[in-house]
């Protein structure tokens, strides 16, 4: 990080640098995986263009296996790793399991991000302090449920019938929180557990159940071991209790509802038309909106932009208390489409709606906005398209007094193409030109393309982000810089969308109309909803998903629709005990 | 002497502060009971770690061995010159290797001596990395010295950051395994006061809840283990051990010290505002020093602000951020002052420690005597990303321990390979007893530190 402590040109005196070509674009055709030693990990992946095999730009499909292919096969899932609750889905889960919306794992050790998201399965280890946390607040949440929300756990009169009463809350409970019914053993525990407890009172044996069921693998952990595997069977279906929880953690990350745990009892998630069916039925419910919002998220690093700050000096009418506003407004417009608008991909890049209040609209220079709740509006469609143009992503992926050309190409490039960039070498000098009250932010980057060194990164990176050069350091549009008319063309080479555009709605455009984007986001929401990076095995799995998704004509709903019904969702691979993965 | 004693009980009950003086000592017994023969005095360790390199020529002190005069950042600490040991000279060998930048191999390598390993933190250059890639140096001493204490070691924070990456954390408990800093005192005061002068009939039933509770949740760890594949099994092994850990230190009584009074719970509107920085320190400075009197740890961690901290001195007059202004360049004058300043004040926060400890008496000193401090710093010098001449402070002393370092000296080890990182952490586990004959990545060590 910023190893020169002199002067001297930006890139400059690049002794070593060879990161960049020809295997400059990392971790595609296969590339991803959880474990980054693993040959291929992130960051090491193959050279050249992204599009390979049978679906453009998929990382997952470089066998180039047909739609044929795949239903001449039987089903190949990938690896599956139990996943342990992160800190977002245990909040959910004792929201609905216990009534609790105090969000307690606030306090817990926050997870290890891998592949952009907080809940891969191999990332998510544990620690003393996490067990510990773990302990407290099961002492918490089971004092407190009984205090405020008893009958939600216990359903029975304990009064009439203690010994029954007992037996009814350990079953019901227990088999909501492991969800699944419990095993005798499992039943012979808590109700040990329940009669130490007990020797004081009825509730105190409830408290102590409680405690040690939030503690219990069953449910930390989502356990699956599949159905029982027919003799020399190597992949199995799920049972449907199991499927009732992947169902329940993809589109609600929380537990099953009891329309989930009544299928599962009656055996009734075991074709993809019924999970299908379900999928649809849940994403209706307000749960399904909080998944989207912290997949889109994690996906476009909003919790950057929260923080972020500006200098006022150049930034006069830019003032911290913004930067909330701009994560609502964007967060909001993310809702919009995926719920209320089109719901398509398309949108999400190119919709001209935004939601603003009055302080966002006076920064903005946006009329007709008054009251501090925000309301719909409709900008200006020659200079607004989607998500990438709102002024909280431009700010996000701005410096403090400048532009930042270089972050928002590598945004897009990363985030939107799927192409991982590879650092920049310890060699070098990370230090933005100097400012210029003459020159544009073009001219000053220009020893990125003129210096070859420089340039076989930063061609990857700088022609892309200087497209978005109308929109200032702090997200306001501007059409001059230093008094001269802004040039906001450029291109995005190595990719399906390489002829050039003028502008960030031009950019927006060919980036809704690109298989490698589509591919981009399928590939992103599989790893989301599997915790886990997409494997060749996983080729058939992501060859349906990219299809369905492309017959909905990109609709998002129905992307999640589709990973439900896929065979990597539906199956799992047998493991025999202590066996390799 | 004095012919009645007075109850621990009635101590903690009724104590609001740390400072305790000498009468106290002869009244105390430890655990209410006498006892024929004096326990032996408890060993500890505790790190100091402040982040963002030093400034090498402010530091360095002048003169030999034996007979030093200290540099303009340590003259704080001139009081206790005879409880230091200077290193000049010591490199950090495995922070020049590995995945992850200079920060977070610095840091990650500080106290584990090994590289990171692989992970998805991007740094400012180079591969992305994960954690540290083994046990700290305080936690292998832990495990011995802090197995008799309710807690085996106490990780405090004042304003760190950076969570869930390696600029993040001091202590690893293994490979990949963070402890946390906590960085809130009341926290810290909740947690390890909580059973100190309590109502002793209710923590006696707690901790028996408690063990009907981790015994059953444990055993759903333990059923399930041998049905799983090799890397789900290596998960919930761990978790079975974590608990089992738990429900050890959580179900002991504590055989609090003699010299334990229960401090007051920290008061303070804001753990987390910049300009409370110095009140967080001292009230966790305040909490460690009880929690060894009373003898519910040994071991400990202080960490100030994480590796790349950006906290804003601006009690001493600065607006910058600290990262910040340890890139400027050397010819920046009133950076290089400033920096100076800042690890003049950390100096100044290390004197108080040192202070403390050593207002309470202990066998035939302080505990000051009986208490090792290591200061520690990811970097050498912010500005230029280095990891030799490490600035590195042994504070305090190891009168009672298995192998005591001579305090008391300025050692300065030549260029090269003479004084390893790995060698110094060896040393200090060595010093404890521990018989390891190396640590972290032994391509890095060479046995103990050379003259240590």
């Known amino acids: ?581 | 002497m004095i012919g009645k004693r007075i109850s621990r009980r009635a101590l903690l009950r009724g104590a609001g502060g740390i400072a305790i003086g000498l009468p106290f000592l002869d009244l105390m017994v430890r655990d209410g009971a006498a006892r024929a023969d004096t326990p032996p005095i408890p060993q500890r360790f505790v790190v100091f770690f402040s982040p963002n390199g030093s400034i090498r020529e402010n530091w360095t002190p002048t003169g030999t061995e034996t007979d030093f005069t200290l540099s303009r950042i340590l003259a704080p600490l001139e009081t206790y010159k005879k409880n230091l040991i200077i290193l000049d000279g010591v490199d950090n060998e495995a922070a020049k290797h590995g995945p992850g930048d200079d920060h977070m191999r610095g840091m990650g390598a500080m106290l584990t001596g090994t590289e990171l390993l692989p992970g998805a933190t991007q740094g400012g250059c180079c591969e992305p990395a994960g954690l540290a890639g083994g046990i700290s140096v305080d936690q292998r001493i832990a495990q011995v010295i802090g197995k008799d204490t309710k807690f085996s070691s106490v990780e405090l924070g004042v304003q760190s950051g950076s969570e869930g990456t390696v600029w993040g954390y001091t202590a690893y408990s293994d490979a990949g395994v963070s402890l946390p800093p906590e960085n809130n005192p009341g926290n810290v005061f909740d947690r390890v006061f909580a059973e100190v002068g309590g109502d002793q009939s209710a923590l006696a039933k707690l901790r028996a809840e408690r063990k009907s509770v981790l015994d059953a949740a444990m055993s759903s760890y333990g059923s399930l283990s041998p049905l799983l594949g090799a890397t789900d099994k290596q998960k919930i092994d761990a978790h079975f051990t974590a608990i089992r850990d738990l429900e050890t230190r959580l179900t002991a009584t504590n055989d609090v010290g003699a010299n334990c009074v229960k401090p007051g719970a920290p008061t303070l509107a804001s753990y987390k505002q910049n300009d409370a920085f110095p009140d967080v320190g001292k009230a966790q400075m305040d909490l460690l020093v009880m929690a060894l009197a009373c003898d519910l740890t040994r071991v400990a961690t202080l960490q100030w602000e994480n590796s790349v901290g950006g906290t804003r001195f601006t009690w001493l007059g600065m607006d910058r951020g600290h990262h910040d202004m340890s890139h400027d360049g050397d010819d920046v004058t009133d950076t290089v002052e400033k920096l100076t300043q800042i690890n003049i004040w950390y100096s100044q926060q290390l004197a108080y420690l040192m202070d403390s400890l050593a207002k309470i008496p202990e066998g035939a000193g302080t505990m000051l005597d009986h208490t090792l401090i290591f200061w520690c710093n990811e970097l050498s010098r912010g500005n230029v990303h280095s990891h030799p001449n490490m600035p590195f402070v042994l504070a305090g002393g190891t009168a009672a321990a298995p192998r005591p370092l001579q305090m008391g000296r300025f050692l300065q080890y030549a260029d090269g390979d003479e004084a390893q990182h790995n060698d110094l952490l060896l040393s200090l586990v060595q010093t404890f007893g521990i018989q390891d004959t190396t640590f972290g990545n032994p391509a890095y060590c060479s046995g103990p530190l050379a003259r240590l």
């Open chain 1, 1 to 581: 990080m910023h190893r020169s402590v002199g002067t001297g040109l930006v890139c400059a005196s690049l002794a070593l640098l060879s990161s960049c070509s020809p295997g400059r674009i990392g971790a595609l055709g296969g590339g991803a995986q959880d474990d980054p030693a693993s040959p291929g990990g992130a960051g090491t992946g193959k050279p050249g263009s992204p599009m390979q095999g049978g679906v453009p730009g998929s990382p997952a499909n470089p066998t180039g296996l047909t739609e044929a292919d795949c239903l001449a096969k039987p089903p190949t899932p990938g690896p599956s790793f139990l996943r342990r609750l992160n800190r977002f889905e245990y909040d959910n889960t004792v929201r609905d399991l216990l009534g609790d919306s105090s969000q307690p794992a606030s306090a817990f050790p926050p997870e290890e991000k891998r592949l952009g998201f907080d809940n891969n399965a191999t990332a998510l280890q544990v620690s003393p302090a996490l067990v510990e946390q773990y302990m407290l607040t099961a002492e918490t949440l089971a004092k407190s449920v009984l205090a405020n929300n008893r009958s939600k756990i216990v359903s029975c009169d304990s009064a009439a019938d203690a010994a029954g009463c007992e037996t009814t809350f350990i079953t019901e409970f227990g088999a909501r929180a492991y969800r699944r019914p419990l095993t005798d053993a499992e039943v012979g525990t808590l109700r040990t557990v329940f009669d130490a407890g007990a020797a004081t009172d009825f509730d105190t044996g409830v408290r102590l159940v409680v405690e040690t069921v939030l503690q219990s693998a069953p449910f930390l952990y989502r356990v699956e071991f599949g159905a029982t595997p027919a003799s020399g069977e190597t992949v199995v279906r799920l049972t449907s209790w199991e499927m009732a929880s992947r169902l329940s953690y993809l589109v609600w990350q929380s537990m099953p509802d009891d329309e989930l745990f009544a299928k599962a009892t009656a055996g009734e998630l075991d074709t993809p038309e019924r999970i299908g069916e379900q999928v649809k039925r849940m994403l209706e419910d307000p749960k399904a909106h909080d998944v989207f919002a912290h997949f889109h998220d994690q996906w476009l690093k909003l919790d950057l932009l929260s923080g972020i700050d500006k200098d006022t000096a150049v930034f006069p009418t830019f003032s911290a208390p913004l930067a909330p506003l701009m994560t609502s407004e964007t967060q909001k417009f993310l809702d919009w489409v995926v719920f209320q608008g089109p719901g398509t991909l398309d949108a999400l890049l190119t919709s001209n709606v935004s939601f603003l209040n009055a302080d966002l609209a006076t920064y903005y220079g946006v009329s007709g906005v008054s009251g501090s709740d925000f309301q719909q509006v409709t900008l200006d469609d020659t200079r607004n398209a989607g998500f990438l143009t709102k002024g909280g992503l431009m700010a996000m992926l701005g410096k403090a007094n400048q532009t930042a050309p270089v972050q928002r190409g590598k945004f897009v490039r990363e985030q939107l193409l799927c192409q991982p960039l590879k650092p920049p070498p310890a060699n070098i000098m990370i230090k933005p030109p100097e400012l210029s009250s003459t020159l544009s932010t073009r001219e000053r980057f220009a020893a990125h393309r003129t210096q070859t060194l420089c340039a076989s990164c930063h061609e990857l990176m700088d022609p892309i982000g200087l497209g978005f050069e109308n929109f200032d350091g702090a997200g306001l549009f501007r059409t001059t810089e230093n008094g001269k008319s802004i040039d906001a063309t450029g291109q995005v080479n190595e990719s399906d969308i390489p002829g050039t555009f003028d502008g960030a709605v031009d950019l927006a455009k060919k980036l809704a109309g690109s298989d490698q984007v589509r591919s981009c986001v399928a590939t992103s929401w599989f790893r989301f909803a599997n915790g886990r990076a997409e494997t060749e095995d996983d080729a058939c799995t992501m060859l349906g998903v990219t299809k369905k998704f492309s017959d909905a004509k990109y609709d998002l709903k129905t992307l999640l629709v589709a990973l439900a019904e896929s065979d990597s969702f539906q199956y799992r691979r047998v493991v025999p005990a202590g066996g390799q993965q």
